[in-house]
């Protein structure tokens, strides 16, 4: 029987506090095994961005647990689980526009220092090589999106939490990022 990678267990997450506060998710449970691809899906404002950033520590869970191989990682954890999460956890963010640093050029965005690696992951994602010295906001929604990938894809993660990673993409390269993906 194959390992659980993620597990999420009653898992609550809530903007805000006393009167104003706002349950975004209740009680939602989940487990992923090591190699499965899965998909979460609810309507819009269900919450599924909102579980995504609690897995990936961007935002403070207020009830339940999430489990990465069995280790819980939400709520405090030691400065060594925080920097192996960071290497092997990535995410895709469904906006890219506000997860990329509009100051940086897309060669450090994907990875300083790496430059073959750039190199192919832009390549990779059906951007050219030149375009690593560029500006995010040189390029189209879909091309964002595209750095996204790149830069999540490049450090080779374990676990990539992917927030609707296609929907700005033309079909035409949709299935060549899905095939990257798997």
């Known amino acids: 029987m194959a390992e659980p990678l ?9 903007y805000g ?20 691809t899965f998909g979460l899906v609810g309507e819009s404002g269900s919450g599924k961005t909102t579980i995504g950033r609690a897995i990936l ?9 999430i489990l990465y191989k069995g280790q819980r990682i939400n709520g405090k954890i030691s400065r060594a689980l925080d920097k192996q999460l960071t ?8 906006d890219p526009q506000s997860s990329l640093n509009e100051r940086a050029k897309v060669s450090y965005i994907v990875g300083e220092g790496l430059e073959e690696k750039v190199r192919q992951a832009l390549l990779d994602v059906g951007l050219l090589p030149e375009f690593a010295s560029r500006f995010p906001h040189e390029f189209s929604g879909g ?7 790149a830069r999540a894809l490049i450090v080779e993660p374990e676990f990539i939490v992917a927030d609707e990673p296609i929907s700005a993409l033309d079909m035409s390269i949709r299935a060549q990022v899905l095939n990257l993906l798997r």
């Open 143 to 149: 091309q964002r999106q595209r750095i996204g990938i």
């Open 6 to 14: 993620l597990e999420v267990k009653n898992l609550q997450v809530t």
């Open 87 to 94: 290497r092997e956890i990535q995410m895709i963010f469904q």
């Open 17 to 36: 506090s006393g009167r104003k506060a706002y349950s975004a998710v209740q009680n939602a449970s989940f487990t992923i095994y090591k190699g499965e």
């Open 57 to 65: 520590r961007i935002l403070p869970t207020t009830g339940g647990e």
